[in-house]
């Protein structure tokens, strides 16, 4: 099973990107999606998770981003609204099975410039 994340780039503050990550595998809804994002010298960190229709964001992010899915399509999206510079990061999008097997894809990067 493979990630691929794609949609980062660079958008000044206050503009929206979505991100996009593609399992290679079927997906269910039992499955734990998530966005974590790093800078470097930091730890990585979350940002939003969606499973059983659930949703969590980080504090950081409320209000401001938005994750959906497409099991049919084995897809999730980050939609980021009203960015800001302290948004800037490399964007990663993990996938937890109910076994417990996890899979994570490589970053996106996402620059917001002041």
């Known amino acids: 099973v493979q990630l691929q994340a794609s949609g980062g780039g660079l958008v000044q503050a206050g503009g929206s990107l979505r991100l996009s990550c593609a399992s290679s595998g079927s997906t269910s809804r039992t499955d734990v999606m998530a966005w974590y994002r790093q800078t470097p010298g930091n730890e990585r960190e979350f940002v939003a998770s969606s499973v059983n229709g659930i949703t969590n964001y980080a504090d950081t992010v409320k209000g401001r981003f938005t994750i959906s899915r497409d099991n049919g399509m084995n897809t999730v999206y980050l939609q980021m609204n009203s960015l800001k510079p302290e948004d800037t990061a490399v964007y990663y999008c993990?996938?937890?099975?109910?076994?417990?097997?996890?899979?994570r894809g490589q970053g996106t990067l996402v620059t917001v410039s002041s």
């Open positions: 993990k996938r937890t099975r109910r076994s417990g097997i996890v899979y």
